[in-house]
C-alpha cells in the first residue's frame, strides 16, 4: 500500500489531538500539515496546543515544532500539500459547511468528523462494518461540486457508536421499536476534568442536540441509495436519552429492544459474535479484529475496562437478558473519542484509501 500525506484541521483540539496520537507511526497516512484557528496560526504546533495537550502519549517530536497553519486563509496552501484531510472543528455549523466545501472545491477530500454535512444528501456518513456501500454518491456528490478528486465524506455522532453496532446484525429480525439511554464521556465536549471540574463527582442530564442526533443519524446509516442520494429509513424507530457522566472517555449506553421475529437470547449473541465488515475481510490497519465484544460477566463491560479493546476500535456488549416491557435489554459501550471520534474517521479514510478514493 502507497503512503499519503495528510492534513488536520482542528489539530489543536480535542478530536484533532486523538488524530496526532492514533496517526504516530500509521503505516499508510503521514500527518505533514497542521491547521486550525487564526488564534493558532503562526505558532509551533507545541506552542498552540500548549497545556492543552489531553492525550496519555506526549506529543510525537515531528509534530511539536511543525507550524500551525491557519485553517481559512491557508485553506489552499493545506489543500494542496496533502492527499486529504481529516477535519475536527468547534464552528458554526454554516462556516463549517463552507469550509468543508471549499478544501473538497480544492480537489482535496475531507474527512469529517464535524455535524455540519451529515444530512448533505449526496455525503455519505459512514461507518465502515454497516453502511460501505454508501461511498457510491460520492460520484454525485463529485459531479454536484464540479470536482474529479475533492469531496467530503462525514463519520456519525459518538452517541451512537455502541448501539447502530449491537443493533445491525440483529435487523433481520425486524426490530420494532429501541430505547436508548447514553452515558457519556466528558471528552466527547472536549472537555478534561482539569477544564471542566463542575463535572467531579456529578452527572448533567443535557447535552445539546444529542438526542436528536442519537435518533436521527441511525436512519440515514442504514439509508437506500436512490440516484445518488441517500434516503433515510423511517425503521427502526429509536428514541434517546442523552446523560454526561463523570468519566474521562468511553460513552455507554443501556438499550431496550422490541421484535417482529422475536430471537433467542443464543441467537442474538451468535449474531454479534458472527458480525464482521469490510474493514475486516480487508483487514485494514485500524479495523479491530471482532468488531462486536460479548461479555458475560454480570459487571461487564466498564467503561474504564473495557474502553480501549482493541485499541479503542472494538464495541463491548454486555447484560443481554429479558425485559418485562421489552423483549430484551443490554448494556454497550465504545470509546468516544477513538471509535467514536478520530478512530472512526481513520478507519473510514483507510476505507476510501483501500478503494483508490485518493489517489491522482
Ligand atoms: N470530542 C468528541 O468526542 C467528538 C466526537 C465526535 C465529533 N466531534 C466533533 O469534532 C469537532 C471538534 O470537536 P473537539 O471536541 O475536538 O473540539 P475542541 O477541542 O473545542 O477543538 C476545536 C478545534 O477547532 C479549531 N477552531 C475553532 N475555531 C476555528 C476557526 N474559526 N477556524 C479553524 N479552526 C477553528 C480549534 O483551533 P484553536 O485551538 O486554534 O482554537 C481547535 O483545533 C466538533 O465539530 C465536534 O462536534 C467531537
Redesign the pocket.
Known amino acids: 500500500m502507497k503512503t499519503y500525506q495528510v492534513g488536520i ?10 488524530f496526532i496520537s492514533l496517526l504516530e507511526n500509521h503505516p499508510w497516512f503521514k500527518v505533514t500539515t497542521l ?7 503562526g505558532k509551533t504546533y507545541e506552542e ?2 500548549g497545556a ?1 495537550w489531553a492525550m496519555t502519549t506526549p506529543i510525537p517530536e515531528e509534530i511539536k515544532k511543525m507550524v ?1 497553519l ?3 486563509a491557508d485553506a489552499e496552501k493545506v489543500a494542496s500539500s496533502v492527499d486529504f484531510i481529516f ?5 458554526k455549523k454554516d ?2 459547511r463552507a ?1 468543508e466545501e471549499r478544501y473538497a472545491k480544492l480537489e482535496c477530500p475531507v474527512m469529517s ?4 454535512h451529515r444530512f448533505t444528501p449526496d455525503v455519505p456518513m459512514i461507518i465502515p462494518e454497516i453502511n460501505p456501500g454508501h461511498m457510491e454518491v460520492v460520484a454525485a456528490q463529485k459531479q454536484r461540486l464540479g470536482t474529479k478528486r475533492g469531496f467530503i465524506s462525514v ?1 456519525s ?2 452517541s451512537l457508536q455502541s448501539y447502530v453496532p449491537a443493533m445491525h446484525p440483529l435487523k433481520e429480525f425486524g426490530i420494532t421499536k429501541t430505547l436508548v439511554c447514553t452515558y457519556q ?1 466528558i ?5 478534561t476534568f482539569a477544564t471542566w471540574p463542575e463535572m467531579v463527582d456529578n452527572v448533567i442530564p443535557y447535552i445539546g442536540g444529542e438526542e436528536e442526533k442519537s435518533e436521527k443519524e441511525p436512519m440515514k446509516i442504514w439509508g437506500d441509495v436512490v440516484n445518488g442520494e441517500i434516503v433515510p429509513v423511517s425503521t427502526p424507530s429509536i428514541t434517546a436519552q442523552c446523560l454526561r457522566v463523570p468519566v474521562s472517555d468511553g460513552h455507554m449506553a443501556a438499550v431496550f429492544m422490541s421484535f417482529e421475529k422475536k430471537p433467542t437470547i443464543e441467537e442474538i449473541k451468535e449474531k454479534w459474535a458472527a458480525y464482521a465488515g469490510l474493514p475486516q475481510e480487508l483487514e485494514l490497519p485500524s479495523a479491530p479484529k471482532q468488531f462486536l465484544h460479548y461479555f458475560e460477566e454480570d459487571n461487564m463491560p466498564q467503561t474504564k475496562l473495557q474502553r480501549d479493546l482493541e485499541g479503542g476500535m472494538a464495541v463491548s456488549i454486555g447484560r443481554l437478558r429479558p425485559d418485562t416491557q421489552y423483549d430484551y435489554k443490554f448494556v454497550c459501550l465504545s470509546h ?2 477513538k471509535r ?3 478512530g ?1 474517521a481513520i478507519l473510514m479514510a483507510e476505507l476510501y484509501a483501500a478503494k483508490g478514493y485518493f489517489d491522482r
Open positions: 484541521v482542528g489539530a489543536t483540539g480535542m478530536v484533532g489531538q486523538r491547521a486550525a484557528s487564526s488564534r493558532s496560526a498552540a496546543v492543552r500551525v491557519d485553517a481559512t477535519c475536527a472543528v468547534d464552528m462556516e463549517i469550509l468528523n464535524n455535524s455540519a463519520k455522532n459518538c464521556a471528552s466527547g465536549a472536549g472537555k468516544n473519542t467514536g471520534a478520530a472512526g
